[in-house]
């Protein structure tokens, strides 16, 4: 019998595989193989498994995959629909709403299988979206051992869409599961989502289901898709190529450093440290300034492992006793040895180290600190600022920061380059599109770091977050309504303004925010108050949470309550002082600034030269002044990056919000 072989070509990244099938001639022998192949299997949607929650008052969608024109049948509390898939093996059917509650169940049947899903809740579902400050879990905020140990409402419960992209739209997410918010699993829930959740349900007795889909150190733009980006088809395949080509580059590059690129850590080896040992001879090793991300010091696009190497001196009175080392924050996850002895390691990234060094460890003369660190992503190493990088000894600190010796021990490369959740719509494709047929009741929004680097990228942020939320309305099929959409304004960051600053990135950002509030049913939480000045990450995840599902109060749930702090309405000059008047002022205004100064406040003339103010508190009004202004034409309110601590506020405890009564 002759054979015939048939060649079915697939792109896979950027390369070509050619897949071989052996087909025997004959139709009659083609159908006979169709008979004996098996069907393919019944899938659902991801979404859609054990313990799910459900939209209240709204249709139930259930869809997935099975045999192209294969019989399905659902049924799902009592009721029964029946469908046939299509060509491709999708299908979809629909059910009317049910009652808040549960637990229901649901049956999918069709020639390639059985589905259950049990304990399926119905409430309220919130998407959960962002950077790193959404994404940042319940175990690293504050009060986390307590917030762990308390928690045990089952009712509450996180589906969290793993990492991932496509430069297509995508029909299903690549994973997760639903899990309540038990002791047992809210440690890993985002912080901010599950506190607005647990706030959220002490007036809305309902079960809230959050779908949590965030990246750390993502921008807006890779959240939006083509069309509400404006994309066509020239521009999206230069976007493409010109990813391929920069990482292409920054491979050569690395390559030129490093030689031959590693792919296993030889530093490592059967758990033993060998680039740990203080004996080691490190004079060839590299060198890097740290702290600084080795993507700045010329490794740009490398992830992997690369170890880092320094020193101190010890008298023998001095390793009698414990010293403390500190790293600053390290991305991604570190361990660090001293003298060959490990004294600690850390798997979050960001997260600020500090391990106690132990007297065992400890040797008159020179003491050898070696870390070994592993980068899945972005910027890696230890980085942040020189101040936390130190060792204690007998209670003196002493500064680390400098050059130290520096090693690659093995090299991965994200595809596309370094930085995939930059690329414009890629995590859209895989991460929010395949959740457009969800029904929900709305979104809460944790965003703007990425996009704070310069001031115009900050002030087209403005332009791009209304956009992408009239989009997302836009686009999403399951829930045809304006829905509400909150997020948290950019909160305080970076070194204090010792001046007024002209302009200032994160205070931009603030102000892009905020003009967002001309679309319908939306809200802001504004958060000056509740980070750091050396807190990219504020551990304070509850007070953002509380002031959210307070602000969904009001938005989306129609409650009477204050949801705003105080904000600027409009503002007169007379006699060389500007007299600033509020709204949302709830109970009245108030200053938390005791017998001190009211603090925040910048007033300029017509030179727009900045200085600080003073200020003082008339009823409901603020009059501002200064004496080196004597015809003051603009004011400004906390307008900086990382403002000082504000002390005015409404009596329900919520901030004045940051302003400026200028455009320039």
Do not use: C
């Not at 570190?334 to 132990?358: C, H, K, L």
């Not at 000056?528 to 509850?542: C, F, M, S, V, Y």
């Not at 938390?592 to 200020?615: C, L, M, P, S």
């Amino acid at each position: 019998m002759m054979w015939r072989v048939r060649r079915r070509f697939a792109v896979v990244g950027r390369s070509v595989v050619i897949a071989l099938a052996i087909v025997a001639p004959g139709a009659g022998a083609q159908r006979d193989t169709a008979r004996r192949r098996p069907p393919a299997p019944l899938r659902l949607t991801r979404i859609f498994t054990d313990g799910m929650v459900m939209q209240r008052d709204a249709r139930v969608p259930v869809w997935g995959w099975s045999a192209p024109r294969s019989d399905v049948v659902v049924w799902l509390a009592g009721t029964t629909r029946r469908t046939r898939a299509d060509g491709s093996g999708a299908w979809r059917v629909s059910f009317p709403p049910l009652l808040p509650g549960g637990s229901y169940r649901m049956r999918v049947t069709s020639a390639g299988g059985r589905v259950d899903v049990t304990d399926i809740l119905v409430g309220d579902v919130w998407v959960a979206s962002g950077q790193s400050n959404m994404e940042w879990p319940v175990e690293l905020s504050d009060d986390a051992a307590s917030e762990i140990a308390r928690a045990r409402d089952s009712s509450i419960r996180e589906f969290a869409i793993p990492h991932s992209y496509s430069v297509t739209p995508e029909t299903d997410v690549v994973g997760g599961r639903w899990a309540p918010a038990d002791s047992r699993h809210v440690g890993k829930f985002s912080g901010v989502a599950y506190f607005f959740a647990r706030d959220l349900r002490k007036s809305v007795n309902v079960p809230i289901g959050i779908i949590h889909t965030s990246w750390g150190g993502a921008n807006i733009e890779t959240w939006m898709s083509r069309r509400a980006l404006g994309l066509g088809d020239s521009a999206w395949s230069a976007i493409v190529a010109g990813e391929r080509s920069r990482a292409d580059g920054q491979r050569e590059s690395i390559r030129a450093k490093v030689g031959s690129l590693p792919t296993v850590d030889s530093g490592l080896v059967d758990g033993r440290a060998l680039w740990a040992a203080p004996e080691l001879a490190d004079a060839r090793w590299a060198t890097i300034e740290t702290p600084r991300t080795w993507e700045t010091a010329g490794y740009d696009g490398m992830d992997g492992v690369a170890w880092y190497r320094t020193s101190f001196t010890l008298t023998a009175d001095e390793t009698r006793q414990p010293i403390r080392l500190s790293l600053g924050p390290i991305d991604d996850s570190d361990i660090t040895w001293v003298n060959g002895v490990e004294v600690g390691r850390t798997a979050q990234y960001a997260e600020s180290r500090m391990y106690t060094v132990p007297t065992s460890a400890l040797r008159v003369g020179r003491n050898v600190i070696a870390v070994r660190v592993t980068d899945g992503g972005g910027g890696g190493g230890i980085y942040g600022d020189a101040s936390a990088l130190w060792i204690e000894v007998g209670g003196a600190m002493r500064p680390l920061a400098g050059t130290w010796r520096f090693k690659v021990g093995s090299v991965s490369f994200q595809p596309d380059g370094q930085r995939i959740n930059k690329v414009p719509t890629i995590l859209y494709n895989r991460m929010i599109h395949p959740l457009l047929d969800v029904p929900i009741k709305g979104v809460i929004w944790y965003q703007g770091e990425s996009n704070a680097n310069t001031i115009q990228q900050a002030a087209e942020y403005r332009r791009l977050f209304s956009t992408m939320i009239s989009s997302w309305r836009r686009e999403w099929r399951g829930t045809k309504t304006n829905f509400p959409f909150l997020w948290v304004q950019l909160p305080n960051f970076g070194r204090v303004d010792s001046i007024p600053p002209a302009t200032a990135g994160w205070a931009t950002v603030r102000e892009s925010q905020s003009a967002a509030l001309a679309l319908p049913n939306t809200g802001q939480v504004v958060a000056i108050d509740l980070g750091g000045a050396t807190e990219l990450h504020p551990r304070n995840k509850q007070g953002v949470g509380s002031r959210l599902a307070l602000k969904a109060r009001e938005v989306a749930y129609g409650q009477r309550v204050v949801s705003s702090g105080p904000s600027y309405r409009r503002h007169s000059v007379s006699g060389g002082r500007v007299t600033i008047e509020l709204t949302n002022l709830g109970g009245g205004l108030e200053s938390r600034a005791g017998a001190g100064a009211i603090t925040g406040f910048a007033i300029a003339g017509t030179d727009r030269r900045f200085v600080w103010a003073r200020a003082a508190v008339e009823g409901d009004r603020i009059v501002v002044w200064s004496d080196d202004v004597p015809a003051p034409v603009a004011v400004r309110y906390l307008w900086s990056n990382s403002p000082l601590a504000p002390v005015l506020y409404n009596r329900e405890g919520l901030p004045l919000e940051p302003f400026r009564t200028d455009a320039w």
